[in-house]
């Protein structure tokens, strides 16, 4: 029974336990952000895209301008 608790088993536990410890903190951390990152994209469903936005209002200026030279 002596040679259970050598210092190579006690290392494994050890590791075994802190290991445990280190993914159940990764998970829990995970589902936080996940719960936040959902919250946010709900907001921003409805939100048009910046870039897509910026683009179309430099198309419309430079049709505005193309189509006031051309009078």
Known sequence: MNDFFTAST???FYFLVAGSA?????L???K???KKLNKVLAQAQD??????????EY???TLKMASNNKK
């Open 10 to 12: 006690a290392t494994f």
């Open 28 to 30: 829990k951390f995970d």
């Open 47 to 56: 939100v048009q895209p910046l870039y897509m936005k910026k683009a179309a």
């Open 22 to 26: 280190i993914v159940y903190l990764i």
């Open 59 to 61: 198309k419309l200026q």
């Open 32 to 34: 936080q952000n996940r």
